[in-house]
């Protein structure tokens, strides 16, 4: 038996630099992991099985579709496994659900079948995400996925996430975007043991998905919270780092 978590992924800066002929989008974005997220449990079996569990269980497909089976496919499958996944996030909420899953049954079934972890290029074959997923680090992360500079730890602050179980699809937030050429990020990232340094520098970085997803957010019902530091609007989540939250 082996386990992996499958942290939720946060992506504090998204810079969207280009778009690629085949429609792939660049990107320049700083990404931590969460300490909430799923959990993958493999057993060796005789045929590749998977079974959902927990509170987002019903909204998943537990079928050959599932980024969990097709991630198991990237492996030259001799030998069968029962994948039990814990599925506590919410899906379709913008913060690698899906690949972060797909990512931590690879690390588990590397482990459970004694197989090296597939190919950078198999990974981004089957999701742009799952490579930066890989990690628990902090991860600058540029191209379509592909470029990935680790960071080490990422500093810890309490944070607020707020989902307003709105599925809004990645093509639709993209298409929606007013400019496609942006500029990178271009101030160098200090130190994040300096923690006021640091929260300066990521006040300073844009999200181009922020104000589209601030009309969605809004069009729910939803109000954001008054916090210390600027909220990051992502893909379908709202996301703030909050050293204190103010009354």
């Known amino acids: 038996m082996a386990k992996a978590f499958a942290a939720a992924k946060l992506n504090l800066i998204l810079h ?3 778009q690629r002929s085949d429609g792939y989008h660049l990107l320049d974005s700083y990404v931590a992991m969460a300490d909430i997220g799923d959990r993958i449990t ?13 509170p987002f ?15 198991a496919h990237l492996f030259d499958i ?15 909420s913008g913060i690698g ?7 931590a049954t690879i690390r588990a079934l590397s482990q459970l079948w004694s197989q090296p972890v597939p190919a950078l290029s198999k990974l981004l074959q089957l999701g742009a995400d ?8 902090l991860t600058r992360m540029r191209g379509i996925g592909e470029q990935l500079e680790m960071l080490g730890p990422p500093p810890q602050f309490p944070i607020i996430l707020v989902n307003p179980r709105q599925g809004v699809s990645t093509p639709t937030v993209f298409n929606a975007l007013a400019s496609k050429q942006n500029p990178p990020v271009l101030e160098a990232m200090p130190d994040p043991r ?11 970085q844009r999200n181009d998905w922020r104000c589209r997803r601030r009309t969605w957010f809004q069009s729910s019902g939803m109000y954001w919270p008054r916090c210390a530091l600027h909220p990051a609007w992502l893909w379908r989540v709202c996301l703030a780092l909050v050293p204190h939250v103010l009354p």
Request: proline letters at 7%.
């Open 57 to 71: 269980a019903p909204d998943i497909s537990s079928g050959p579709d599932n980024l969990v089976m097709r991630a």
């Open 97 to 103: 659900g899906g690949s972060s899953d797909a990512a």
């Open 78 to 92: 001799s030998k069968g496994a029962h994948i039990q996944l814990e599925k506590n996030l919410p899906a379709s």
């Open 194 to 204: 300096n923690r006021e340094a640091w929260l300066l520098w990521l006040s300073k």
């Open 42 to 54: 493999v057993s060796p079996a005789d045929e590749l099985s998977l079974n959902c569990t927990g």
């Open 16 to 18: 969207v630099t280009g």
């Open 130 to 137: 799952i490579p930066v997923c890989m990690s628990s680090q």
